[in-house]
């Protein structure tokens, strides 16, 4: 089972960006079907972005509120995949959470939280 461990986020005034890192163990990164997604107050957990295992065809994929500010990406030296996070708005604010599935088991990293303020 894949284990998971968010780094990242916090505070940030509108406009701003942070970045999420999500590092995955035990296996290479490149092995796991990785996504982000978020979860406000009372809201459903929401899709942001994936990118797909080196097994899948699937690529990368964004969720169509996020598209075009925030970017999803793999760094492979320090086997983590990163949320990049750009022109921050007020309905941003949410706990952020990092899935890893290798197509057998699943695993959320501890959640991110994420502040949208002046």
């Known amino acids: 089972q894949p284990q998971v461990v968010q780094s990242g986020g916090g505070l940030v005034q509108p406009g701003g960006s942070l970045r999420l890192s999500c590092a995955v163990s035990?296996?290479?990164?490149?092995?796991?079907?990785v996504a982000w997604y978020r979860q406000s107050p009372g809201q459903w957990r929401e899709f942001i972005a994936s990118v797909a295992s080196i097994k899948s065809r699937s690529g990368i994929q964004y969720g169509d509120s996020m598209k075009g500010r925030f970017t999803i990406s793999r760094d492979n030296t320090k086997n983590t995949v990163e949320l990049q996070m750009d022109a921050l708005r007020p309905e941003d604010p949410a706990v952020y959470y990092c899935?890893?599935?290798?197509?057998?088991?699943?695993?959320w990293g501890q959640g991110t939280q994420v502040t949208v303020s002046l």
């Open positions: 035990p296996r290479s990164s490149l092995v796991y079907t």
């Open positions: 899935n890893a599935q290798d197509g057998v088991s699943s695993s």
